[in-house]
């Protein structure tokens, strides 16, 4: 006997306080769950859904709800794995959105495969990986990433766009420009089967120093980044949080030199063109004290000062009355403005 799975489901008023890692009280009008994404269309049309706004979700791991959600939120459920294209050096796989991403990172080094390993641990779907252009430890999705299949809500049809319709960059892309218009189903990933281990990040040969590990495979250094990782950042289980909250911003190499001058301490990193550069925000906001600091249930980790927490109940609006406190205060002392990283749900930067 079969037990079989429904194709979607629509929640009226559903919470939404284990479906956004800062654990932020909010709700959707309605939740839609849909596990086979080829129905897309169909319920798109649905009377209930046509004409409500929209907004996918993953796994809530970079937003800030600021407010209830109206209309419907879309989660992709369809969490298959294929691989498409075994050649001698590399296979070709297509996950779906809603495979867990760290999920795929294991799944690909069981299998051989490598390329994803400095990314481990990252949390969320692999639907919205493409989005910010995830990245870590010296390694950003766009490497790897072949194609990405959505529907398009502007023309209303199925595209499928190669890499460079990406238009990838620095937690940037396409579907970041264009929030909503690209419904994202799958994602496929080249990936070599040797490749050129990436260890240069600080940290990374330390850590497989200290574990012992001589001559490493990419596991060893899928290893050391989640060693890193639980490390330095607050676990969202334990403590409601969304990851850097701010973006490092990239600002011209004159501007950096003249701030070099006043804070030659300042940590700063090659960005991706020559006459650019990246800066620490997290360095800045340490630097204005803070890290650690708590009102009411609104914080900065005590661990690392990118990170916003939720020590309990703050709501959206507070997180968000905190960031911006915190960036004005990177301005004055710096003369540097910096943007959230995650996106606002219900306001406005
Ligand atoms: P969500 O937060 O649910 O959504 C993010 C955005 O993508 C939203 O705009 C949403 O509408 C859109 N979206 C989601 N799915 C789809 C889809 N299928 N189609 C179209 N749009 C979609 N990020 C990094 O890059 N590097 C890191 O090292 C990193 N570390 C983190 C550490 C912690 C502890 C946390 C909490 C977050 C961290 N992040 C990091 C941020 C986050 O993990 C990534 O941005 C992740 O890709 C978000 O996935 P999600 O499924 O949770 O997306
Ligand atoms: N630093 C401080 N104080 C802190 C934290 C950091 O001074 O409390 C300084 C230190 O000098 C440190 C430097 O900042 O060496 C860099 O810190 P880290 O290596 O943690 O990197 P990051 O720039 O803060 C970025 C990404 C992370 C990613 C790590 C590792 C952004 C916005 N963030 O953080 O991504 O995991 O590098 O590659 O680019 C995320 O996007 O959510 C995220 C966690």
Redesign the pocket.
């Known amino acids: 006997m079969s037990t079989a799975m429904p194709a979607w489901s629509l929640t009226e008023n559903a919470s939404l306080k284990a479906l956004n890692?800062f654990h932020v009280d909010a709700s959707a009008e309605q939740l839609l769950e849909l596990h086979e994404p080829s129905l897309l269309p169909d319920v798109l049309a649905l009377p209930q859904v046509a004409g409500t706004p929209l907004?996918?979700?993953?796994?809530?791991?970079?937003?800030l709800l600021a407010d209830n959600v109206p209309g419907t939120v879309l989660v992709?459920a369809n969490r298959t794995i294929e691989e498409l294209e075994h050649r001698a050096d590399h296979t070709v796989v297509r996950a779906g959105?809603g495979v867990n991403?760290h999920g795929l990172v294991m799944w690909s080094l069981q299998n051989g495969l490598s390329g994803l390993e400095n990314l481990a641990l990252?949390?969320?779907?692999v639907?919205?990986?493409p989005?910010?252009n995830?990245?870590?430890y010296g390694v950003q999705v766009d490497e790897f990433i072949q194609a990405v299949d959505?529907w398009d809500r502007a023309t209303n049809q199925w595209v499928r766009l190669d890499n460079e319709a990406c238009a990838f960059g620095y937690?940037d892309s396409v579907?970041k420009r264009e929030?909503?218009r690209?419904?994202?189903?799958s994602v496929e990933l080249r990936l070599p089967l040797l490749h050129d281990l990436r260890l240069g990040y600080a940290g990374i040969a330390e850590e497989m120093q200290a574990m012992g590990v001589e001559l490493p495979v990419a596991a060893d250094v899928a290893n050391a980044v989640i060693a890193i990782r639980r490390r330095k950042?607050?676990d969202?289980d334990v403590l409601g949080?969304?990851?850097?909250f701010f973006k490092n911003p990239v600002l011209p190499l004159e501007q950096v030199e003249v701030l070099l001058q006043q804070f030659p301490d300042l940590p700063v990193y090659p960005a991706d063109r020559d006459d650019r550069r990246k800066l620490s925000a997290g360095w800045m906001i340490e630097a204005c004290g803070w890290k650690g600091f708590r009102e009411g249930d609104a914080g900065v980790s005590a661990q690392h000062a990118l990170v916003l927490v939720n020590h309990g109940s703050a709501s959206g609006a507070e997180l968000l009355a905190l960031a911006r406190r915190i960036s004005a205060s990177v301005l004055e002392k710096f003369g540097v403005p910096i943007e959230p990283e995650?996106?606002l749900i219900g306001a406005q930067w």
């Open positions: 890692t907004l996918v979700l993953g796994s809530g791991s970079n937003v992709f959105a991403w990252i949390p969320g779907t639907g919205a990986s989005i910010q995830i990245g870590a959505a937690r579907f929030p909503d690209y419904l994202i189903t950042l607050p969202p949080n969304a990851g850097s995650p996106r």
